[in-house]
């Protein structure tokens, strides 16, 4: 393991609350070889100063963007400091978590198991859910976790705050040709190159404590209660978003990798994608027939397939944006 450089990835905006807790944790690593570069987003509170103290601190954090403060949203934020950064691995690093002393060491064992020399890897791990002061025993996934790509695609479970990626992953990420509107986050769409491409594995084991703010601690166990579905079906706003990002998400993979894809993945990205330039409630319909939409319960995938058949028109606009 000797002489394996992880770089730890971090984002920060507005985060002084919690910012110096996250950064100790990240010092207190078992696994020593990191270097955690941090790219601030335009904070207008005391986050700066505290990036600077630490700088100064310890040499292995290196204050990314110090000469060039611009907000570019999280995503970007995120991508700008993955394609810019060098090293054998590289972890994302949200501000207000903590890290078990073992999350790098042991996501890294799990990385090196793997035939990362050769093929994209993406690693990760489960998360520990706990409130604003560090309280809480629920996990977020434990068994509940999928990684093949058309599951993915349609409802993403790799959290990025958990992932460790290796140079094969991010030399298929082609970061210049991007539209980052299209894309929502970056762990759902390096998830999907990973699946696409090589390998997402899983380690079941809770590596970071994840805060929750503001009481807003939701379990994975209330997502498939019968309160949660009704809600889903009366307030359709959020599940009209979410299927409007996996046809955006589709839609921009088909532009930059298309027919390189695997056929399985290709089928659904193209597919899918092809939802922003066509596509009418029977057509969605016989889509979903041939390509079902995959989602963890048959009542997930027939609302998907009723949301693109009623939204139809929501998909057609996105050629427009």
């Not at 335009?42 to 986050?47: A, E, I, L, P, W």
């Not at 691995?89 to 790098?104: L, N, R």
């Not at 994840?210 to 309160?227: A, C, D, L, P």
């Not at 390189?260 to 009418?280: F, I, T």
Request: proline residues 2%; charged residues 25%; aromatic residues 12%.
């Amino acid at each position: 393991m000797a002489n394996k450089q992880v770089a730890i990835l971090m984002s920060t905006y507005n985060g002084e609350k919690y910012l110096e807790e996250q950064i100790e944790s990240i010092i207190q690593q078992s696994y020593s070889d990191w270097v955690l570069y941090i790219r601030d987003d335009g904070s207008k509170d005391h986050t700066v100063d505290i990036i600077k103290k630490y700088c100064l601190i310890d040499d292995r954090i290196i204050f990314f963007n110090e000469e060039h403060i611009e907000n570019i949203g999280v995503t970007r934020s995120f991508m700008e400091l993955f394609s810019q950064v060098n090293a054998d691995f590289y972890m994302f690093s949200d501000q207000d978590d903590y890290w078990k002393k073992d999350k790098v060491l042991h996501t890294l064992n799990a990385m090196l198991e793997q035939e990362f020399q050769s093929k994209p890897v993406c690693v990760h791990t489960d998360l520990q859910i706990v409130d604003k002061n560090l309280h809480g025993n629920e996990v977020m996934n434990g068994d509940y976790i999928w990684h093949d790509f058309p599951h993915l695609l349609f409802c993403n479970c790799v959290t990025g705050c958990t992932m460790m990626m290796n140079q094969k992953l991010k030399e298929m990420v082609h970061f210049e040709q991007i539209d980052y509107s299209k894309i929502y986050l970056h762990d759902w769409w390096i998830a999907l190159i990973a699946a696409s491409f090589g390998k997402v594995i899983y380690l079941n084991e809770a590596t970071i404590m994840y805060r929750q703010h503001e009481g807003n601690v939701i379990g994975r166990n209330e997502k498939n209660t019968i309160g949660h579905l009704l809600y889903r079906v009366i307030h359709q706003l959020p599940e009209r978003q979410h299927m409007r990002r996996v046809i955006k998400i589709a839609h921009e993979l088909d532009l930059i990798y298309g027919e390189k894809l695997p056929q399985s993945a290709y089928n659904y990205v193209h597919n899918y994608g092809d939802l922003v330039y066509k596509g009418a409630p029977l057509h969605n319909l016989g889509l979903s027939i041939k390509f079902p939409p995959q989602r963890m319960t048959p009542k997930g995938k027939v609302f998907f397939t009723y949301l693109m058949m009623i939204y139809n028109r929501d998909l057609r606009r996105i050629a427009e944006e």
